[in-house]
């Protein structure tokens, strides 16, 4: 356990080149006289890979910054992000500069909201429930893995999918409670967004919270999502696309697969190609790329959905059932 930044003398710190976190790191090297063992990653790897690589064992430190450090340990419970190495840094809003009212405006939002509930909310959503937990063992009843069992059954055979991974989906996104509704307002047992719900055929938002309806728009949805990725041919590989894309909506993966193709990847491969270039979503020099369309991504959220639900699945697929 490192307490205070001498100790860094002799340990090994891992960074992106020429980033803050690198800078800032030289800047400290100076201060304390020397022996801090800077090493650089390579330049697709990103922040939040270097994170996971901490969090895993594979290297012993990385520099990153407190919002960020919060947010990882709710998917890295074990992570320890006590040492800090600055000040605390003012951060600012940036606008054009002949955005005077758009400025203004953004200004009396941020301070009217700190008090209010919604703040909270999204607080807590990034920085205080572990996303660690949604992905815990649950025990399965006799009488099958949920109540809604038949449900996925019906309309995961009415698209093509294993009803198993239905469920897994459903976990992930409600724990199988159909009146849960999200931070961001996604609602309902599958977790779709009032929007999405009526443009697929719901008569209202209070009808989300109907388990049939939720799960049979959830699969109609799923369905739809599948069908824009054609050249994947491989089921596996749709499988996880499809989820991605349930969970960032499609967007981004587009963009992921545009950056893994210009890359050198492959953008029909999830696993080590897009899914690498979705994490690279988060960095600017990305998701500002000309291939780019859609913008910044929080990567780490979406490839921690698919494989937490592909576990789930796994998982499933090892019980008896009725």
């Not at 340990?11 to 080149?17: A, D, F, H």
């Not at 400025?103 to 009396?108: D, H, P, V």
């Not at 443009?199 to 949805?221: I, T």
């Not at 596996?236 to 967007?251: C, H, I, Q, R, W």
């Amino acid at each position: 356990m490192v307490h205070d930044v001498l100790d860094l003398r002799g340990r090994e710190v891992m960074v992106r080149q020429g980033s803050k976190f690198d800078h800032r790191l030289q800047h400290l090297e100076d201060e304390v006289g020397g022996g801090i063992n800077i090493v650089y990653a390579a330049d697709t790897v990103t922040s939040e890979d270097l994170i996971g690589m901490v969090a895993t064992h594979k290297i012993q430190m990385t520099v990153t910054t407190a919002d960020i450090a919060k947010f990882a340990q709710a998917l890295f419970p074990k992570l320890d992000y006590s040492l800090k190495i600055s000040f605390p840094q003012r951060a600012a809003w940036a606008v054009n500069k002949n955005s005077e009212e758009l400025l203004e405006y953004i200004n009396n939002w941020a301070e009217d909201k700190k008090n209010h509930q919604e703040f909270a909310k999204l607080y807590r959503r990034y920085f205080e429930q572990s996303i660690a937990e949604a992905n815990k063992i649950e025990l399965m009843n006799s009488n099958g893995i949920s109540q809604y069992d038949h449900l996925f059954k019906i309309y995961g055979g009415q698209i093509g999918w294993d009803w198993r991974l239905l469920a897994a989906i459903a976990y992930k996104e409600s724990k199988f409670d159909p009146m849960t509704v999200s931070w961001a307002g996604a609602c309902g047992l599958m977790q779709l967004m009032p929007k999405t719900a009526i443009s697929l055929g719901a008569d209202s938002v209070q009808q989300m919270f109907d388990p049939e309806v939720s799960v049979r728009l959830g699969a109609k949805y799923l369905k739809k999502l599948e069908k824009l990725f054609p050249t994947v041919t491989d089921p596996d590989e749709k499988v996880k696309f499809t989820l991605a894309a349930y969970n960032s909506g499609p967007a981004h993966i587009f963009d992921a697969r545009a950056l893994a193709r210009k890359f050198g990847k492959d953008p029909d491969v999830w696993f080590g190609n897009v899914e690498h270039y979705i994490l690279l979503k988060s960095e600017p020099e990305f998701y500002t790329d000309s291939v780019c369309k859609y913008g910044y991504c929080r990567g780490i959220e979406v490839v921690t959905y698919v494989k937490q639900v592909i576990g789930k699945w796994e998982q499933y697929k090892t019980w008896k059932t009725k």
